[in-house]
């Protein structure tokens, strides 16, 4: 599906903003602005806040681990 519509340019202090019309409205805080010839594009960026989604972002490693025998670490007394 394919929208389209008019936007109004504004002034904000020395930057010029865009209104963006509600059906287009981004669900995020930031995006990335590219300028390809007179055609802007803007790309919403989205974060995962949690650790348990950045977690989930990360593939598995397929390595093969050493094997870590179990030792109880030594007491004080025979440290010293």
């Known amino acids: 599906m394919h929208l389209e519509r008019h936007a109004r340019l504004f002034r ?5 903003a865009l209104r963006i019309p509600r059906e287009f409205e981004l669900l995020a805080d930031e995006v990335i602005i590219q300028k390809i010839g007179d055609d802007l594009i ?5 974060k995962s806040h ?6 989930a972002s990360w593939s598995t490693l397929d390595i093969d681990w050493p094997q870590i025998d179990d030792v109880l670490p030594l007491d004080e ?4």
């Open 42 to 46: 803007i790309k919403p960026i989205k």
């Open 77 to 80: 007394e025979d440290i010293f």
């Open 50 to 55: 949690t650790l348990e989604a950045l977690l």
């Open 12 to 16: 904000n202090g020395s930057n010029q």
